[in-house]
């Protein structure tokens, strides 16, 4: 129990820090504490140098009108700003996918600039409200100097900002982001099984009769599993641990999360600490489970070949990024097993197969875009050049898809013209497959809408 009390409050740390709010409210607070110092009262022995004294205002109502007019126009400039930020928002979740809208709003610039609109106003909000005397002193009027400094600092950002969101709903800047996280995502994943604690079963582990069940206490998706932290407990009790899902999973409450096979059972103080491994979280995350990056690329390319955008350009763009990410996906092999420095196995867990990673992403594309002959091409040469990198057995799964797609291209290409253009392509450039010369004439029990 004292480990799982321990843990709450690392989470919630962890998760603010990972939030759109903490960001703003670092530079809000650092705005305040400025806010703070400008309006507490100075010493006498503290003095400003003589040649700065025609800075300072000869009356109050001329800091108090200046001040006002500059927080009424950083109140329309946050009010502007973030009426594109909604408008910028609205256009990616219809043209590309409505999962991408909460990245966007996370990227950090976007939440450097709210920080800063927000501090600026906190700042000359704080200065209207403390007082000023009949004739301010120039510490006064210079803190006030400061405000307007700070404003004209706001508008650099406004063109900052409004550079940064134009680019944010660009099709190449979206699709290259997503690539990017799933790299990045994948190369963590071949970081961390470089220890010599993992291991990659061939075949998925047995469960003996008599295995104990720790069911969930909450409903939603876990992002991430502290395997280190499941092994000790493994170790504590001398036993193995049998994750009953993936990471990214949602979950529902009274799940079977884990089956524990040992000689004792578990008392609730292990169990609460073995939850207490889990991290929950709002979404899909890219960065944590490189599988959700590729699914929505697929997703990205899937929206592009809907009638009401018909982007197939955009799809193929996806399909290309797609094939960089099945390669490396090829090369990185996940574990599936945790042993200790004795090598007796603690902890194994489900992973998703090259097999069904390929057939979640190219599947769908072929589906929704089987009139398009350039989206048909398109998938056969990313198959064709995925079998350079494959292994036999992998090689044999590419063949079935390249021999899908080329049923797809015989019936979307029925005009001669079409035929000939995609003959010219059937089995051009480097590949494995074992590919036709020509489109097959007929497809005897294969309907219009059947891929």
């Given at each position: 129990m004292m480990i799982g009390l321990l843990r709450y409050p690392l989470q919630v740390t962890?998760?603010?820090?990972?939030?759109?709010?903490?960001?703003?409210?670092?530079l809000a607070l650092g705005y305040f504490l400025l806010g703070l110092l400008a309006v507490l009262p100075w010493e006498e022995g503290f003095t400003l140098p003589a040649y700065l004294d025609y800075l300072g205002f000869e009356d109050s109502d001329t800091p108090?009108?200046?001040?006002?007019?500059?927080?009424?126009?950083?109140?329309?400039?946050?009010?502007?700003?973030?009426?594109?930020?909604?408008?910028?928002?609205?256009?990616?979740g219809g043209n590309f996918s409505h999962k991408l809208v909460f990245g966007l709003v996370t990227e950090r610039h976007h939440q450097w600039v709210l920080g800063n609109y927000l501090g600026t106003i906190l700042y000359i909000l704080m200065l209207l409200v403390v007082p000023i005397g009949d004739e301010p002193d120039l510490g006064r009027s210079l803190w006030t100097y400061l405000g307007a400094g700070m404003v004209i600092h706001c508008l650099g950002l406004f063109v900052y900002f409004i550079h940064k969101a134009s680019q944010t709903v660009q099709i190449?800047?979206?699709?290259?982001?997503?690539?990017?996280?799933?790299?990045?995502?994948?190369?963590?994943?071949?970081?961390?099984?470089?220890?010599?604690?993992?291991?990659?079963?061939?075949?998925?582990?047995?469960?003996?009769?008599?295995?104990?069940?720790?069911?969930?206490?909450?409903?939603?998706?876990?992002?991430?599993?502290?395997?280190?932290?499941?092994?000790?407990?493994?170790?504590?009790?001398?036993?193995?641990?049998?994750?009953?899902?993936?990471?990214?999973?949602?979950?529902?409450?009274?799940?079977?999360?884990?089956?524990?096979?040992?000689?004792?059972?578990?008392?609730?103080?292990?169990?609460?600490?073995?939850?207490?491994?889990?991290?929950?979280?709002?979404?899909?995350?890219?960065?944590?489970?490189?599988?959700?990056?590729?699914?929505?690329?697929?997703?990205?390319?899937?929206?592009?070949?809907?009638?009401?955008?018909n982007d197939p350009g955009t799809a193929r763009l996806c399909i290309n990024q797609l094939t960089d990410l099945l390669?490396?996906?090829?090369?990185?092999?996940?574990?599936?097993?945790?042993?200790?420095?004795?090598?007796?196995?603690?902890?194994?867990?489900p992973v998703e197969g090259f097999d069904s990673l390929l057939y979640r992403v190219f599947a769908p594309i072929l589906h929704y875009g089987r009139d398009d002959i350039s989206i048909g091409l398109s998938l056969l040469k990313a198959l064709k050049s995925l079998s350079l990198y494959a292994t036999d057995r992998?090689?044999?799964?590419?063949?079935?898809?390249?021999?899908?797609?080329?049923?797809v291209l015989a019936r979307a290409a029925g005009h001669e013209l079409d035929r000939e253009f995609v003959n010219q392509r059937l089995d051009r450039g480097e590949h494995r497959l074992t590919l036709p010369a020509t489109l097959p004439a007929t497809l005897p029990g294969a309907g219009r809408h059947s891929p």
């Open positions: 962890k998760a603010f820090r990972q939030s759109i709010a903490y960001l703003p409210s670092m108090r009108t200046l001040l006002s007019t500059l927080i009424a126009g950083m109140i329309s400039l946050v009010v502007f700003s973030f009426s594109m930020v909604m408008s910028v928002l609205s256009q990616a190449n800047s979206v699709v290259t982001g997503l690539h990017q996280a799933t790299n990045a995502s994948l190369r963590h994943l071949e970081d961390k099984q470089e220890s010599d604690h993992y291991r990659r079963l061939e075949r998925p582990a047995t469960l003996a009769d008599g295995a104990f069940v720790v069911r969930s206490r909450r409903t939603g998706f876990i992002q991430r599993v502290d395997i280190n932290g499941l092994a000790e407990l493994a170790e504590a009790l001398d036993g193995c641990i049998h994750l009953n899902f993936s990471p990214g999973d949602f979950t529902l409450s009274n799940f079977p999360l884990f089956y524990v096979q040992s000689q004792d059972a578990p008392d609730d103080e292990w169990e609460a600490s073995l939850r207490g491994q889990l991290v929950y979280g709002d979404g899909e995350s890219v960065e944590d489970i490189h599988v959700h990056g590729m699914t929505q690329l697929m997703e990205v390319a899937v929206k592009a070949l809907s009638p009401g955008i390669r490396q996906r090829l090369d990185c092999l996940p574990d599936s097993a945790w042993v200790d420095s004795r090598n007796t196995l603690r902890v194994t867990w992998d090689v044999d799964l590419l063949q079935a898809h390249a021999n899908r797609v080329i049923a």
